[in-house]
């Protein structure tokens, strides 16, 4: 695969899974949880572990590790939400 491929899907990876960062920090420090949805959270936690099957099936380090940090990030979430909630 051509470099700027890899570049392209490393960046991405960065950003998505960075993007929940805010999220789980924002709910740590304020302890509420009101306003997420545990449904679309629940949903998204099992779509991402889907992606991490994926991934090992197909043995991309890339895609299981940026997918295995953001389901951590999303059952934190979740985590919070059945805590705060």
Known sequence: MHPA?????AVAALITTLGWVPQVAKMARERKAGDI????????????LLWVVY????GSWPLILA???????VVAIVGMKLRFG
């Open 37 to 48: 949805s545990l449904i679309a959270t629940g949903s998204i936690a099992t779509g991402v």
């Open 5 to 9: 491929i890899e570049i392209i899907g």
């Open 67 to 73: 997918n295995g940090i953001t389901f951590l990030f």
């Open 55 to 58: 991934g090992l099936l197909i």
